[in-house]
């Protein structure tokens, strides 16, 4: 029984990061130099998760029409959440896991619609009993 969580757990994990982007990728989105990238995800402006000892990013949180390229109101939660219990892959999982705060929307779907105050909310709210 744990070898079958621990295969799908890895699978599942494998599939959150199946679309996420490389450091040298998001420079070249954003029009930045390869430590941009490294910079902001420390500053937690931007979600990154440690694979293979590489950084990636997620490529829901990047949008063309967005402040610095991120969705609106992203590196709000990313600050709500630095406090939080919750590994930088949960966080990624967060995001797109249905919320009940938020009527069960997806933190991803709150904040693209302008809900960044629900997003927050739920984000302060995690680890909390």
Not at 49 to 54: L, Q
Not at 99 to 107: H, V
């Given at each position: 029984m744990r070898r079958a969580n621990l295969m799908r757990a890895f699978a599942d994990r494998r599939?959150?990061?199946a679309d996420a982007l490389s450091v040298s990728e998001v420079a070249a989105l954003l029009g930045v130099g390869r430590q941009t990238p490294h910079d902001r995800a420390r500053a937690g402006t931007l979600l990154a998760?440690?694979?293979?000892?590489?950084l990636l990013f997620p490529d829901w949180q990047f949008d063309?029409?967005?402040p610095d390229g991120v969705v609106a109101g992203l590196p709000d939660v990313l600050r709500a959440m630095s406090d939080r219990p919750i590994s930088a892959l949960g966080?990624?999982?967060?995001f797109l896991e249905p919320?009940?705060?938020?009527?069960?929307?997806?933190?991803l779907d709150a904040l693209r619609s302008g809900d960044v105050g629900q997003a927050v909310a739920e984000a302060e709210a995690i680890g909390v009993s």
């Open positions: 599939a959150l990061l998760v440690k694979e293979n000892g590489k063309p029409d967005g966080r990624a999982r967060w919320k009940s705060l938020s009527d069960g929307r997806t933190p």
